[in-house]
Every structure is written in structure tokens, then in C-alpha cells.
């Protein structure tokens, strides 16, 4: 009897292990590897992503506080905060008019020079990537992350016509000009079927990494044909107009260095190695020509100026903006030297020579810095950097001129011209429509008295109080 | 009562407060002001532009003394003010009609 049930036992455990077995058995290797992959996808994109998020938080930095300090500090004490509200301004504009329509306009599908509606009210722009633009991040990462290009671009038009222009005048303007200049200049060389798009076939590939063009020459001769426009100040030349502080502009001018490494190795669309190279290549173009126009001050002036030295360091970084993630770093340290000299003649000989007022220097160092750098890119292009080029074949074909393509100088010939007649054809039309209906200048009373009190009523310093 | 209005380089603010305070003199006007006698300016250099500042930082000091002390306190003033170059300032002195503290309505010298 003991026997039978011993067996019983025996044979009731043996017929209950596979059981057991089945239940603690592990998943198939290649349900793993899935698993895997799937992880290591998301361990990219979080690393994608924080790396933009950081870099739009950086970008809206160089606005505010960096221009509206680098600006403000360059006027004279009674428009002080006049000329920060005008950045903040667009701090908040722009920022609606992207999510109604300039987002839609510039990155949106449509034709060779402008976007459509497809994207009007961020409709479509959810937080799934986009493949075109960026596969590793959330296209709402990428729009947000635009948005802070559309915000700067205007707020550096506002160098030009400093302490004479109407707020309300100002607002209308330049909200204007971000669907008008701006939307189609990004279009061309950033949104897809874009003219100018270097990385998704455009016609006139156009090397232009993080704006040298759509931010850069844009801004910068709008803002020369506004101060021609405008007219100079009431006693300008003649009449002492030296900067209140220049403390605040070293600020402005050392958040704006620092913010560059958002604008330029952001530009890259994730934290890959083309974001070192274009941080590297912006940190030392910002370095060589703080240098090269201190050189030349200290040669022509005796001595090195702290305005000299800081505004130097801006025109290398507009003009390694287009050169950022295609030199290598001897390039863009060649590419700061010039820019530093080039912005330098141009402010301190061409504007006397022309007689123009463009108050802050927003064409000197921005519109003539963008050109050159954008022209410098054609030179200075690596395939080694960026292989942007490439053939059927998938081979990578050369960048620029150095590398043997003589070519891209042509391309980089054909966006800097769009860019030019863009921005004056653009500008002069909405000048002209701006100034009948609300007329874009202040009283000349208005304008002795300051616009601080008369644009906003408030007093920027009030020591005594 | 005699006002003493002193006009001297900024640096030599705290020699002076030093040597009128030894000889007794303690309540004075300090004021910040600019400008210049025969002191030239400097030139200034802005994104290229030249300017020429003539305006130079200086203090004004103010005091009203009794007549017994004002050449005392002339005197305080010149021996610490001066460095022997131009731009050292200048003291004017001018009869005061009276003087009264706000505090209880004294009037006269014993008010100073």
C-alpha cells in the first residue's frame, strides 16, 4: 500500500515540474533584443531632448535679459527701459504669433518660399518627432525651439532705430515683418521643400547652420533700411550720445556668449558630436574676434575699449552662426579674427562714410558679421564636420571651397542675396505701411524728453527715491 | 556766520572731513557735482566715436561757522585739499543773515 502511494507521489510531481518550468521560463532573445532597442531609442531621445529643451531655455536667454541689456545699455538713461521693453515685446508677440501662424509659415509644408496653413494653431504639432526635422525629439521640442529664433531675429531690428520710435509703431511693424521677412527666410533654408534647404534638397543648397542668414542678414540690413528710413536722432551726430552703461551691456553682451552655445549647438538637433563641434566652433569664434577688434582699437585708439572687446565677440558670433556645425575649430578661430576686423571697419568707417544712424550697430555687426560669415561658410565647409552632401550612392561628396567645391560659394552667393532683398523689399513695403497709418516716428519733444516717460510712462532710475 | 562753499577733488573728501572735524567744525553739506575751472576734460571712445567729457566729478562741500572759526576752517580746507596741481578747487565765502535748527526754533550761532 505504502508503495503504490509513494509511487503516486512520484509520478503526481513528475507530471506537475513542467509546470513549474513554464511559469518561471524566459522570454525569447529576440523579444529582448526588441526590448532593447525600443530602450536605447528612448535613451536617445531623452538625451536629444533635454539637450533642446536646455538649448531653447538658453536661446530665449540671449533676448532677454542678454539684448535687452546689451541694447539698454548702449542708449542713453532716459530710454533705458523703452529699449528693453522693445526685446520683451517681442518675447511675448512673437511667441503668439508663432503658435497661430509663423510656425505654420516657416515649417510648415507649401511651396520653395513660404509654408502653408497646414500648421495654423499648432495643429499637427504634437509630441511625436517629426522625421524631417528632427526623428529623436517631440516636434513640439523643435517648434518651441524655433520660436525662440523667431523672437530674436525682430528684437535685433530694434538696434537701428533706437530712441525715435513709436512703441505702438514698433509692435505693428515688426509683428508684420516676422510673417513677411522672417516666416519665408526660414522656410527657404530650414522648412521642407525650402529653395535654399541644404539638408533636404532644396535648389540653391544654402550652408547655413544655425541662421546666418534667416537671423542674421535678415535683422541686420532691415534694420539698415529702417535707420535710413527713420532718419538719424535729433542731434545726431553732433551732440554727444555716448552709452549710459556700459556694465550693462558687458552683461548683456557675456548671457548672449553664453546663449550662443543654445542658438549654434542646438542647431545640431540633439546631442551628438555635431553639437560639440558647433559649440566648440562658436566658443572660438567668439574668442578670436573679441580679440581682432580689440587689436584694432588698440592700434588705432591707443587703447582697447570694454565695448570694443564685447561687441567684437558678437560679430564672431554671427558670423560663425552659418559656419558653426560645418568648419573645423582652426576655421572658425580664422572665421572670429576676420569677423572681429570686418564688424570693426564697418562700424567705425563705413557708418561714418555713409552717415547713417543706426544706433546700436545692428547692420554693422549683424547684417555685415551674417554676410561675411555665411560667405566664410562656402570656404570653410568640411565634409569632415558635417557631411551634408552626398551622392546617390550614399558616398559623401565635398562641402566647400577648400574641400574642392567652388560651387557652394555660388549657393552661399544666392541665399545671402535672397536674404538681402528679402529683408529690403519686405522692409521698405511695411515702413512705408506702418508710417501712413500710425506713423512710426516720435514728437521731437517726445524724443528730447525720453522714451522711458513718454512711450511708457515709467522712469527707468530713480535714485533718489 | 560766515558760509564757507568749498569746490575740491573727490579724493580729498575724507582729509578734509578729518581736519574740519579736528578743529571743531561738525555739521556740513556734502554734495556730488561736476565741472571744471582751467582743468581741461578727457576724451572718451564709443564704438569709434570720440567724446570730449569737460564735466569732471568733484564735491562741494557747505558749512555755515561762526566768524571766529571761519579762517581756522579756511585754513583746515586748504592745507588738506591741495595737492598743487590744477583741478585742486576752489572756497567762497559769503555772509550768512541767520541761522535757526529746525529741532526747537534756536536761532543765531548757538543754532550752528
Redesign the interface.
Known amino acids: 500500500m505504502r508503495r503504490n502511494l509513494v509511487r503516486f507521489f512520484l509520478v503526481l510531481t513528475l507530471c506537475c515540474a513542467p509546470v513549474l518550468f513554464a511559469q518561471t521560463s524566459t522570454p525569447s532573445t529576440s523579444d529582448r533584443i526588441t526590448k532593447l532597442e525600443s530602450q536605447v531609442t528612448q535613451a536617445q531621445s531623452s538625451a536629444d531632448n533635454a539637450w533642446m529643451l536646455t538649448s531653447a531655455a538658453l536661446v530665449l536667454m540671449m533676448t532677454g535679459p542678454g539684448l535687452a541689456l546689451f541694447y539698454g545699455g548702449l542708449v542713453r538713461k532716459k530710454n533705458i527701459l523703452a529699449t528693453m521693453m522693445q526685446s520683451f515685446a517681442m518675447m511675448a508677440i512673437i511667441s503668439i504669433m508663432w503658435a497661430l501662424v509663423n510656425y505654420s509659415l516657416a515649417f510648415g509644408p507649401g511651396t520653395s518660399f513660404i509654408g502653408g496653413l497646414h500648421n495654423v494653431f499648432l495643429r499637427g504639432v504634437g509630441l511625436a518627432p517629426d522625421p524631417d526635422y528632427a526623428a529623436t525629439i517631440p516636434l513640439q521640442t523643435f517648434m518651441i525651439y524655433q520660436l525662440m529664433f523667431a523672437i530674436i531675429t525682430p528684437a535685433l531690428v530694434t538696434g537701428a532705430f533706437a530712441e525715435r520710435m513709436k512703441f505702438s509703431a514698433m509692435a505693428t511693424f515688426l509683428t508684420l515683418w516676422s510673417i513677411v521677412v522672417y516666416s519665408p527666410m526660414a522656410h527657404m533654408v530650414w522648412g521642407k521643400g525650402g529653395l535654399l534647404n541644404a539638408s533636404l534638397g532644396g535648389r540653391f543648397p544654402c550652408l547655413d547652420f544655425a541662421g546666418g542668414t534667416v537671423v542674421h542678414i535678415t535683422s541686420g540690413v532691415s534694420a539698415l533700411v529702417c535707420a535710413l528710413y527713420l532718419g538719424k536722432r535729433i542731434g545726431y551726430p553732433k551732440e554727444p550720445m555716448p552709452p549710459h552703461s556700459v556694465v550693462l551691456s558687458f552683461i548683456g553682451a557675456c548671457l548672449l556668449w553664453v546663449g550662443w552655445f543654445g542658438f549654434n549647438a542646438g542647431s545640431a538637433l540633439g546631442s551628438s558630436p555635431l553639437a560639440t563641434s558647433a559649440f566648440v566652433n562658436t566658443h572660438f569664434g567668439a574668442a578670436a574676434a573679441a580679440l581682432s577688434w580689440a587689436a584694432a582699437e588698440w592700434i588705432r585708439n591707443g587703447k582697447p575699449s570694454a565695448l570694443g572687446a564685447i561687441s567684437g565677440s558678437v560679430a564672431g558670433l554671427v558670423a560663425i552662426t552659418p559656419a558653426a556645425g560645418f568648419v573645423q575649430p582652426m576655421s572658425a578661430i580664422l572665421i572670429g579674427l576676420i569677423a572681429g576686423a570686418f564688424c570693426y571697419f564697418m562700424v567705425i568707417k563705413v557708418k561714418a562714410w555713409f552717415g547713417y544712424d543706426d544706433s546700436l550697430d545692428a547692420f554693422g555687426v549683424h547684417g555685415a558679421g551674417g554676410t561675411i560669415g555665411a560667405l566664410l561658410t562656402g570656404i570653410f565647409a568640411s565634409s569632415v564636420i558635417n557631411p551634408i552632401f552626398k551622392d546617390k550612392t550614399g558616398a559623401v561628396l565635398p562641402s566647400g571651397a577648400l574641400e574642392g567645391n567652388w560651387h557652394q560659394v555660388g549657393n552661399q552667393l544666392v541665399g545671402v542675396a535672397l536674404a538681402w532683398i528679402i529683408s529690403i523689399v519686405g522692409t521698405l513695403i511695411l515702413l512705408k505701411l506702418v508710417d501712413v497709418t500710425i506713423g512710426l516716428r516720435v514728437t521731437p519733444d517726445d524724443e528730447v524728453e525720453g522714451l522711458d516717460l513718454t512711450q511708457h510712462g515709467e522712469e527707468g532710475y530713480d535714485f533718489a527715491s | 556766520m560766515q558760509k564757507i562753499e568749498a569746490v575740491i577733488q573727490p579724493s580729498k573728501l575724507d582729509a578734509v572731513k578729518d581736519a574740519l572735524v579736528e578743529i571743531g567744525i561738525e555739521g556740513m553739506t556734502i554734495l556730488e557735482a561736476r565741472g571744471h575751472g582751467r582743468q581741461k576734460g578727457h576724451t572718451?571712445?564709443?564704438?569709434?566715436?570720440e567724446?570730449?567729457v569737460d564735466l569732471l566729478p568733484k564735491i562741494k562741500l557747505e558749512m555755515v561757522v561762526p566768524d571766529e572759526l571761519v579762517e581756522k576752517a579756511v585754513q583746515a580746507i586748504l592745507s588738506s585739499a591741495r595737492t598743487g596741481k590744477i583741478g585742486d578747487g576752489k572756497i567762497f565765502l559769503s555772509k550768512i543773515d541767520d541761522a535757526i535748527r529746525i529741532r526747537n526754533d534756536e536761532r543765531g550761532p548757538s543754532a550752528l
Open positions: 572718451e571712445f564709443y564704438r569709434g566715436r567724446y570730449t
